[in-house]
């Protein structure tokens, strides 16, 4: 092989396909993640659907993208493209706007017939002069004629050949960043096992892809992306949602307690759904429910019977299910509910981005209503955290919300398949046959936890009924006693501030001696501490402090953060997580970062933030 | 013939130290001590029982069984106790809902039960009337009801519950009075006999609030006229002296006196609760009293896979094939991975 003399080394490359939904674009992306994967890169992928369903071909509001970065310290999909795929017009004009200025282009040339530019609403026949691109900077690739030619012999009729426009693209992709051909084809025959014809034909498209890159813009930078050394084990990529259906799994096989989830599709959470009821091989019962209620009340049965029980949602659905977890509150029961955050309110911006629904989380049902809230950092931490969120319920006897988010739900990296000592042993707390022999009553609890026993149906002697009445604290029958209430309350609350001392402590990244800290919270770590690494190399010190547990905080949090002058909260909504830190810290000043476009933040707007909130101090 | 030795259950077993806290001379009291009787009958023990309700009067039922029980909140019922059966197969699961919980706020909920024919026994107690909230129309409440919440009549239809059952292509529908305790007894035990989704609807006095909303069908002096008993196999005879039968008139019921217009015992309907074929058994539930007597007894009972068993099948049978032992092992034979040493 030939080497180009003109080869950039860099730490992390971001590559954007973009083209019609039909035009294979999440596969050649996520094909060339695993690969790069497989090379020793770190990835971090996200895809950006189109709202509509199926918009006519070749239309702006149709295009589709799935963006990649891959190589080292790679914590985001990255704020803009080094390369942009654009398979038409419709696409090269939306996304446009994601690529860096020095980026490269690879367009199929062939697709700007007039028609195509019409529909894409351009206003001249030549949309590089419209858009005002680097002609240098854009290859156009005469994509439709390579495919016709490369598979002429095949006997594949015209769209079987077209269909193979996405591996073209992959092919050049592999010359232009150094892929190795030989895995990329590996993947695909493992893909088209049973399709030998079809295997044949993406093999030749994607050598005819790298020999055109080869032969015809040997001109043109290629790349050399830096890689990192991974602890040992077994990967996988995984995206945030089949992360956490993963991290429940384990969790049962932890506690002994078989899963049980009640839910009802709802955009970005479905997913979720869609893997569990996948994995009845696993024993798991994944029922839909004929509402959001039903859902969570299905799986406060399940609960009650002795199972994991988790109902899965994004906001609106769970607004439709806080009476339910109320009763869950109420009757002390374990229960795990995913909330994956979407833009609101109302429908919103189902398909978009935000971190809106925290204040739901905490406080959305009647009454004094305490429960455990944590939130997932990122696509692989939701196996973590999905895992901790049911650790917490069994143990604790408590619901526990999980937040997410439809950014690290959809988006995807590198997920090292836990090994059978990595995740803890999870202990039920069961009422004990001894207890049971000497008056057992349903609302006793654990002197250390508050947590109550769990008795399950079956149990002989735990005949019990519980519900959503308030109950005597003594006799756990049910009661209208004024005082008796208020110590409920507070017994209620304590329980769930007593978990506090079961989970970590808060750590402190960056520059801890810096007089400035970064606090972000949940699905936007990628993006913060990407941002506090980027300050602290240009000279700006700050510390960061991310939060994945929620309510209650870890102990040694408002001591931490009240050490630093300036507190700078970064998160995807008007200022949530800072208005609850504030309550908790009544006399400092919390600075702000906000944004509420349904997408995640830039780095550079983190960065930028930070400095104009220093700059003004 | 061998000699079994099965634990059996008075109907003691069923019931706590609690003391019930409805009105005095509520149909509840009698349905609860029937409830007791009916689980003693069927020999499941307490501690495989569940009880679930909703909300409203009869939903203080599950405080009264020593038994498990969740009372839940209003109109969820359904969907918690199809939580718990569909998690444990092995738990016989009663649901206690009045008119307003099962049929109103828990409408949806009643009849996707229905719909998946999950194998819980669900006693629908209706009295017409919101009883905890005192006195409000109920969506079983006569057209031109008067209420505090509809002083002047209701302008709407009521719900016929029977019609929801069968809309919802429910496989057991019983009826009952809160005061003919015997045959209230046989129908719940005929619930909890049946693989499905049974309901059970008990004709049941709100003694504050609605005061002998059903006693023009229930009153001794006019009970076997007015409504007639339906036992499997047997002749649909009603009456005093078991003088009247329902006959087919083209494609409607009627009422005839035996010997009567021609009309002889061989002319009369036998019941059967067992025929796929829904269309009499509708015609059978929607006899309200007034030209053809109402139905009592259990109206419908056809088998039918239910869910829970299917739910639990399924896991099994992939379970199986696959053969995955870990979530590990399931990661590793499924997806594409990759070794970093």
């Not at chain 1, 960043?177 to 990329?184: A, G, I, N």
């Not at chain 1, 008795?455 to 519980?466: S, Y």
């Not at chain 2, 194998?119 to 009883?131: A, P, S, V």
Request: aromatic share 6%.
């Amino acid at each position: 092989m030939l080497q180009s003399t003109n080869v950039k080394t860099l730490d992390k490359v971001v590559v954007r396909f973009s083209g019609d939904s039909g035009d294979g674009m999440q596969l050649a992306g996520n094909i060339f993640s695993n690969v790069s994967a497989g090379e020793g890169n770190q990835i971090s992928t996200f895809p950006d659907y189109p709202a509509e369903i199926r918009a006519p071909q070749g239309s702006l509001s149709g295009v589709s993208g799935y963006q990649v970065s891959v190589g080292k310290d790679v914590h985001t999909p990255g704020d803009r493209a080094d390369v942009l795929v654009a398979m038409n017009p419709a696409a090269l004009k939306t996304n446009l706007k994601y690529l860096k200025p020095d980026g490269i282009i690879i367009c199929d040339g062939d697709s700007f017939t007039p028609a195509n530019l019409k529909k894409a609403l351009y206003a001249t026949d030549d949309p590089i002069t419209e858009l005002g691109i680097d002609p240098a900077r854009i290859m156009l690739v005469p994509m439709t004629t390579l495919l016709k030619h490369t598979l002429a012999d095949s006997g594949m009729d015209q769209k079987g050949i077209m269909k193979c426009k996405n591996m073209l693209a992959l092919g050049l992709i592999c010359w232009l960043l150094d892929r190795p051909v030989d895995k990329v084809l590996a993947k695909l025959q493992a893909k088209f096992a049973k399709k030998p014809a079809i295997y044949e034909a993406n093999e030749k498209v994607i050598h005819a892809g790298w020999d055109y890159g080869h032969n015809t813009h040997a001109s043109m930078p290629t790349y050399r992306i830096e890689t990192e050394v991974a602890s040992p084990g077994v990967y996988t990529d995984v995206n945030g949602n089949t992360a956490t259906a993963w991290g429940l799994i384990m969790a049962s096989e932890k506690s002994g307690r078989p899963l049980f989830l009640g839910s009802y599709p709802i955009t970005p959470a479905t997913d979720i759904l869609h893997e569990l009821a996948k994995r009845k091989d696993l024993g798991v019962k994944a029922c839909q429910m004929e509402d959001e209620i039903a859902g969570v009340c299905s799986a406060i049965g399940a609960s009650y019977a002795g199972h994991l029980a988790v109902t899965t949602t994004s906001g609106p659905g769970l607004a439709l299910k806080s009476e339910g977890i109320g009763l869950a509150v109420m009757a002390e029961l374990p229960l795990v509910v995913i909330d994956v955050q979407r833009g609101g309110p109302s429908t919103g911006l189902p398909t978009k981005t935000e971190q809106t629904d925290l204040m739901q989380a905490l406080y959305g049902r009647n009454g004094e209503s305490p429960l455990c809230v944590l939130a997932a950092a990122s696509p692989t931490d939701c196996f973590t955290m999905a895992f901790e969120a049911a650790r917490i319920a069994i143990e604790h006897m408590t619901p526990v919300v999980l937040l997410t988010d439809a950014f690290i739900a959809n988006g995807s990296s590198a997920f090292r398949i836990p090994e059978e000592n990595d995740f803890p042993i999870i202990k039920p707390n069961f009422v004990t046959a001894e207890q049971l022999e000497n008056g057992w009553k349903p609302f006793d609890r654990d002197a250390e936890t508050y947590a109550r026993y769990w008795a399950i149906p079956g149990t002989e002697k735990g005949m019990h009924r519980v519900g959503g009445l308030e109950k005597d604290f003594n006799t756990s029958v049910i009661s209208t006693d004024g005082p008796n209430h208020e110590r409920m309350v507070k017994v209620r609350r304590e329980k769930v501030a007593r978990i506090a001392n079961d989970i970590p402590e808060l750590e402190i990244q960056g520059n801890p001696e810096a007089k400035t800290i970064l606090v972000g919270w949940g699905g936007t770590y990628g993006h913060i501490l990407t941002a506090a690494t980027e300050l602290n190399k240009a000279g700006t010190p700050v510390a960061l402090a991310h939060f994945r547990y929620i309510n209650p905080l870890p102990k040694n949090a408002l001591e931490l953060l009240g050490k630093y002058d300036r507190i700078i909260v970064a998160e995807l909504n008007t200022g949530m997580f800072a208005d609850y830190l504030q309550m908790h810290m009544p006399g400092k000043e919390i600075l702000r970062i906000n944004k509420i476009e349904g997408q995640p933040f830039l780095v550079k707007e983190i960065v930028d933030g930070v400095n104009n909130l220093i700059a003004e101090a | 013939m061998e000699d079994i030795k099965q634990p059996t259950f008075a109907a003691g077993d069923f019931k706590n130290e609690q003391t019930a806290r409805w009105c005095p001379g509520c149909g509840d009291h009698a349905i609860l001590n029937v409830l007791h009787k009916a689980m003693a009958e069927v020999g499941v023990a307490p501690k495989d029982t569940a009880v679930i309700s909703g909300i409203g009067c009869s939903s203080r039922l599950p405080y009264y069984m020593n038994t498990y029980g969740m009372h839940t909140i209003h109109g969820r019922a359904a969907a918690i106790a199809t939580g718990v059966k569909t998690a444990r197969p092995d738990l016989t699961v009663w649901q206690i809902s009045g008119d307003g919980d099962g049929l109103a706020i828990g409408g949806n909920h009643f009849i996707h039960a229905l719909r998946r024919n999950i194998d819980i026994n669900i006693l629908l107690f209706n009295n017409k009337i919101y009883g905890l909230t005192k006195g409000q129309y109920s969506p079983t409440s006569d057209r031109g009801f008067v209420s505090k919440s509809s002083p002047y009549g209701t302008t709407e239809d009521p719900f016929i519950p029977a019609e929801l059952v069968f809309g919802a292509r429910g496989k057991f529908f019983a009826r009952g009075f809160d005061i003919t305790l015997d045959t209230t007894r046989e129908i719940m035990v005929a619930a909890a006999r049946h693989k499905g989704t049974a309901v059970v609807e008990v004709l049941q006095n709100c003694v504050i609030f609605n005061h002998g909303i059903h006693t023009w069908l229930s009153d001794k002096a006019v009970r076997a006229e007015r409504t007639i008993t339906l036992r499997q196999g047997e002749k649909m005879l009603f009456g005093k002296d078991n003088e009247k039968g329902l006959v087919r008139d083209g494609f409607k019921l009627k009422a005839v006196t035996i010997g009567e217009d021609g009309y002889t015992i061989d002319d009369v309907l036998v019941h059967d609760a067992h025929t796929e074929d829904d269309i009499l058994h509708r015609q059978l539930a929607l006899m309200d009293g007034h030209d053809l007597p109402l139905a009592l007894g259990v109206i419908r009972d056809v088998e039918a896979p239910s869910y829970e068993a299917d739910v639990e099948a399924q896991v099994s049978e992939v379970k199986a094939k696959k053969g995955f032992t870990s979530l590990r092992d399931m990661i590793l034979r499924t997806s594409e991975t990759w070794t970093v040493e």
